[in-house]
């Protein structure tokens, strides 16, 4: 079992950095592949981007690459995303999840653990 807590989102305007941050409980947080996903508002939850469990791979939804970094540190059991050059369409609620296993997915069914989401908002 994992237990995930995101934060850092906020009010933002285009061209902006924000620094998104999840923290999990447990032992065994490197077991664990992470991701971001978003849900814009009116439209289906997204993947963002993802990590394996321990930090050597990731992946990014071709809409953030490049501004995007996804990065994790298992002795402290977080997961941050480092978001620049912020656009207003990235405005969304962002989640923080795990999935048992290492290898990053970009499935949303593939993660059974999830943040109760932090809300980034970017105005033009």
């Known amino acids: 079992q994992v237990q995930l807590v995101d934060s850092g989102g906020g009010l933002v305007q285009t061209g902006d950095s924000l620094r998104l941050s999840c923290a999990a409980s447990?032992?065994?947080?490197?077991?664990?592949?992470s991701g971001w996903f978003r849900q814009p508002p009116g439209k289906e939850r997204e993947f963002v981007a993802a990590?394996?469990?321990?930090?050597?791979?990731?992946s990014y939804a071709d809409s953030v690459k490049g501004r995007f970094t996804i990065s994790r540190d298992n002795a402290k059991n977080t997961v941050t995303l480092q978001m620049n050059s912020l656009l207003p369409e990235d405005t969304a609620v962002y989640y923080c999840?795990?999935?048992?296993?290492?290898?990053?997915?970009?499935?949303?069914?593939?993660?059974?653990?999830w943040g109760q989401g932090t809300q980034v908002t970017v105005s033009s």
């Open positions: 447990g032992r065994t947080f490197s077991s664990y592949a």
């Open positions: 990590i394996s469990g321990g930090g050597g791979s990731t």
């Open positions: 999840a795990a999935r048992s296993g290492y290898s990053p997915r970009v499935a949303v069914r593939e993660y059974a653990y």
